[in-house]
């Protein structure tokens, strides 16, 4: 504030005009502009310079209000002495809803939820982490029954060698499929021996190491082991919903290997999802002879609902699922992108097509970049 007060008391003395290019220069870019990770978040703020910073917050004929509903309305006080404008800050209220920042009413649902996770998650560490007493089932027993539960849903390590052989001809989006392979049978193996491992430990016949410990914690806890996590995806889930994530993965990595390549990949089952698409990019400019590096996706968002509703794979391209929208929703009527529903912070998008196509080809019109 003081290098802000410096800045228009010297621009009041050589013109008497508000510099405001160069304030929200200043505000924005200089004193916010580290904050700003991405283009994306520079443009908000911009916007909001835009917004709020010009003559015509001070316009007579045309009042100027921040915000303004039935209740409250947020503009500058016609006052001129410091004491009115002390009494009318004091009026304003101490809570504020995310309607007078500009922010949709779901930005408030949000913080929240995301406050109570928090709270919930240091509740369950400060738990008691000692045996039963009152006959119920003990910490050791209940460790136990889980980790038998995720040793019986652990599937069998695949065999690349032969998967290799079976795919014939190594094509991109085959060589996507083996490194997948990899790296959940990395994860597989990882799983089974640390379970194998925390059940013996269990019934004293091994020492319980540190990483044991922390995977018997985890186990307690209904949380994804940090050993385990290391190997997987990066996610929020809880244990149970990891762990069928984890087996709706190995159904379409069966399915690839004993079908093909599936006319709907669901796109948030992969480790890397971003190799993917790019294998389809090479796949297509090796079969058209386009240069790689001059060729892009082009992404569509179709009618389809469920992967059901796809009856035939695209020659060039793919459909994908299981992509979200956060902080907006999808108008699958009109093909378009709209504000968020009351209390709903994420929704899936339907079925999108994925096309490669050369970039100088490709003419967007009527699109948000993202």
């Not at 929240?112 to 119920?136: H, R, V, W």
């Not at 709706?248 to 190799?275: C, D, F």
């Not at 009351?342 to 967007?364: D, G, N, Q, S, Y």
Request: contains cysteine.
């Amino acid at each position: 504030m003081e290098l802000i007060k410096t800045y228009l008391d010297k621009s009041m003395e050589i013109d008497g005009k508000i510099p405001w290019s160069s304030l929200k220069y200043l505000i924005g870019e200089v004193m916010y502009g580290g904050r700003a990770i991405d283009n994306f978040d520079r443009r908000i703020i911009n916007t909001y310079m835009d917004e709020y910073m010009g003559d015509f917050i001070f316009d007579s004929f045309q009042p100027f209000f921040f915000y303004k509903d039935k209740e409250i309305a947020y503009n500058i006080p016609k006052e001129s002495t410091r004491d009115k404008f002390l009494e009318y800050i004091d009026g304003l209220p101490l809570a504020n809803t995310p309607c007078v920042f500009g922010l949709h009413s779901n930005a408030e649902i949000g913080y929240f939820t995301n406050a109570a996770k928090d709270m919930c998650s240091y509740m369950i560490e400060l738990q008691p982490q000692t045996s039963s007493s009152d006959g119920g089932i003990s910490r050791e027993q209940y460790i136990e029954k889980v980790a038998s539960d995720i040793e019986e849903k652990l599937p069998v390590l695949f065999e690349l060698d032969r998967i290799r052989k079976q795919l014939g001809e190594i094509t991109p989006t085959a060589v996507v499929l083996l490194q997948e392979l990899e790296r959940f049978n990395a994860l597989i193996f990882k799983m089974k021996m640390s379970v194998m491992t925390l059940k013996r430990a269990l019934a004293g016949e091994v020492g319980m190491s540190a990483e044991l410990d922390e995977v018997a914690k985890a186990l307690f806890n209904g949380q994804i082991p940090a050993s385990w996590r290391r190997l997987a995806p990066d996610t929020l889930k809880s244990l149970g919903n990891w762990i069928a994530h984890f087996e709706r993965r190995y159904t379409q990595y069966i399915e690839w290997i004993e079908k093909g390549e599936p006319a709907v990949m669901w796109l948030s089952g992969l480790h890397i999802p971003e190799s993917y698409l790019t294998a389809l990019v090479q796949a297509t400019c090796r079969k058209n002879g386009w240069p790689l590096d001059k060729s892009t996706l082009y992404t569509t968002v179709t009618q389809h609902v469920k992967a059901g509703d796809v009856r035939e794979k695209l020659h060039n391209g793919c459909y994908v699922e299981g992509l979200y929208l956060e902080g907006g929703s999808w108008d699958i009527e009109n093909s378009c992108l709209r504000k968020s529903k009351p209390k709903v912070l994420v929704e899936e998008l339907p079925i999108l097509k994925v096309i490669p196509i050369e970039a100088h080809r490709l003419k967007l019109q009527n699109t948000f970049r993202t």
